[in-house]
């Protein structure tokens, strides 16, 4: 008969009472495991327990932590009473590593608290995949999947911590010489409105923009014209061969307006031919050849419109990392 091969949560005790040990021997480490870690990342329900009395004894500060100081923060603890109490503790700091690299333990434990949260998902999924009753359609199933993942994907980055000044007025500098190398003018994507550049020094990775307006004030004309002058720039520099483009590939999410009405909006202002004709197809000869050609070069450019009907945060964010 063949033995069904079992497999075990990920985690690690060895792990989290080197960690744990660690910062007991030097309460310094506390600074780079907290940076990592919360309670939940660790495993075993003690090592929770105890993370989080060590994390609450050093926000409230003037208390070295010992042994002898965290067994007296949680002697009525039945789980520590159970494994021997201050011995259990005392263990620890015995076993820490001598040259303990405290990061790389929190990174380690930090990864297998995201790999367990993966196979609840997992789990969750196939249940509910099974068990759901017909009022909860498969579309709402994978609508609560996608924000599970999101909710892990966002917790589950480290983080730059503290940047040091100097290599903030780095980046900055680099910034400025992205911006002179384009004949002094911006530094980020440009939008093909002059104006705006000069505002924002062109699209910026790090900035969030709302366009605003009553129905009707030209907030999708202005939209779409943007996503074509920068899908259009980055092809452009690459042809020529620019070290630093103007543009970038766009990913545009259209939830009130069909793709075919904005791909027709960029061919009548790109072709300078009325909409109703496009609409109707009443070109004249030379309008319908002007019209092919202009289709022709635009079909090349790194656009890509998704135009599904409510479509929510969670789905926008995971079919943007897709992209």
Do not use: C
Not at 98 to 121: E, F, G, K, M, T
Not at 150 to 175: C, H, I, M, N, Q
Not at 178 to 200: H, Y
Not at 255 to 277: C, F, Y
């Amino acid at each position: 008969m063949e033995q069904e091969v079992y497999r075990h949560v990920p985690y690690d005790v060895e792990v989290e009472q080197a960690l744990l040990g660690a910062i007991l021997v030097d309460n310094r480490a506390m600074e780079a495991a907290a940076a990592l870690l919360k309670p939940e990342h660790f495993y075993d329900p003690l090592h929770q327990r105890l993370y989080e009395a060590m994390v609450a004894s050093q926000e409230r500060g003037g208390m070295t932590l010992t042994p002898l100081t965290l067994h007296a923060a949680m002697k009525a603890d039945p789980g520590l009473q159970e494994v021997g109490g201050h011995a259990y503790l005392v263990g620890l700091v015995q076993a820490a590593p001598a040259l303990p690299n405290v990061r790389d333990y929190a990174r380690i434990l930090h990864d297998l608290a995201v790999r367990r949260a993966l196979i609840r998902i997992g789990e969750d999924m196939v249940n509910a995949a099974y068990e759901a009753p017909r009022e909860n359609p498969p579309q709402a199933q994978i609508e609560e999947a996608e924000k599970a993942l999101y909710r892990v994907s966002e917790t589950s980055k480290y983080g730059e911590g503290p940047l040091d000044f100097a290599e903030a007025l780095r980046r900055t500098v680099e910034s400025a010489e992205r911006a002179q190398a384009r004949g002094g003018r911006i530094s980020g994507v440009a939008t093909g409105f002059s104006d705006i550049d000069s505002l924002l020094g062109g699209l910026q990775p790090s900035d969030l923009i709302i366009l605003a307006g009553r129905p009707g004030m030209g907030k999708t004309s202005l939209a779409t014209n943007m996503a074509f002058h920068a899908a259009r720039n980055f092809v452009l520099d690459a042809e020529a061969g620019a070290e630093i483009s103007r543009g970038a590939p766009i990913l545009f999410f259209s939830l009130e307006m069909a793709a075919q009405q904005l791909s027709a909006r960029i061919l009548s202002e790109q072709t300078e031919i009325e909409m109703w004709k496009i609409r109707n197809g009443k070109f004249s000869e030379s309008e319908w050849e002007k019209f092919v050609l202009t289709m022709q070069e635009l079909s090349t450019l790194p656009l890509y419109i998704d135009d599904t009907g409510g479509i929510s945060i969670a789905q926008i964010a995971a079919r943007a990392r897709e992209g």
